[in-house]
């Protein structure tokens, strides 16, 4: 069985939720969190903390995360991710999960989808979940993908997708595996992850805004999972302030 080797990119020049990874939650920061939520995932052999912020590396050594410093001049986490799984000291691991550093709430059966995808021959894994309702459906903050029939994607989009001529979807098809939200966590095989950070980034990349359409674009295999249910990441103050009453009502508080 092959290793799995997961990463979480964390910078702190979030323009929407500044200081993103070490914004408090329930008494802990959000970085905190994440690591915590993938340390316990079943198929990650090992996980690390990627960020260019000394800050953010010393929170990791006072809680316990593994941490490597990485380059400041980044334009994405996937290059974060890109240039720690490439250091020799993780050369052993033959799948690479980045795991997105704004994601406290990620399941075990969203990463081992995405690792399975990449088991069963795919450049890169991720995951989806049915959509289920008309108000995430017509969101653009909630990233939609179709799959061919083979489980692979065609599109990823913030638009209202796939668009039924004449009538809004049925909650039934919105419950199906053909109205799917993206989930945001990728595995990769490490060629296709060094692969997809040396593309220069697509047009549609630019006018959707979504880093994935640039590996599609270029033709790289992209297999989705389907899972029963997902939750968005943490980007503004208000989704901070959901996923505190989440952690609360759980009682994970500190």
Avoid at 133 to 161: C, H, M, N, Q
Wanted: a neutral charge.
């Amino acid at each position: 069985m092959s290793a799995v080797l997961g990463v979480i990119p964390a910078r702190l020049g979030s323009e929407r939720l500044p200081r993103k990874p070490l914004h408090i939650l329930a008494g802990r920061p959000l970085i905190e969190w994440v690591w915590r939520r993938a340390s316990s995932i079943r198929v990650l052999d090992a996980v690390v903390v990627a960020t260019d912020s000394a800050e953010v590396a010393d929170l990791c050594g006072r809680v316990g995360a593994a941490v490597e410093l990485t380059a400041s001049a980044h334009d994405s986490g996937t290059e974060r991710v890109a240039e720690v799984a490439a250091r020799p000291s993780f050369a052993g691991y033959d799948v690479v999960v980045n795991v997105q550093g704004d994601e406290p709430f990620l399941t075990d059966a969203q990463v081992e989808g995405a690792v399975e995808r990449v088991r069963a021959g795919w450049d890169v894994g991720t995951a989806a979940a049915p959509l289920r309702t008309l108000e995430a459906w017509r969101d653009p903050a909630v990233v939609k993908v179709v799959r061919d029939d083979a489980g692979g994607a065609l599109y990823f989009s913030r638009a209202p997708i796939p668009h039924p001529r004449g009538a809004d979807p049925s909650r039934s098809e919105l419950a199906s595996d053909r109205y799917l939200r993206h989930v945001g966590v990728y595995a990769f095989r490490p060629d296709a992850l060094q692969r997809w950070v040396r593309l220069p980034a697509s047009p549609l990349e630019r006018t959707e805004r979504l880093e994935q359409l640039r590996p599609l674009a270029a033709g790289m295999g992209f297999g989705v999972a389907v899972v029963d249910a997902a939750d968005g990441g943490i980007d503004t103050p208000e989704d901070a302030r959901r996923a505190e009453e989440r952690l609360r009502r759980a009682g994970v508080v500190t």
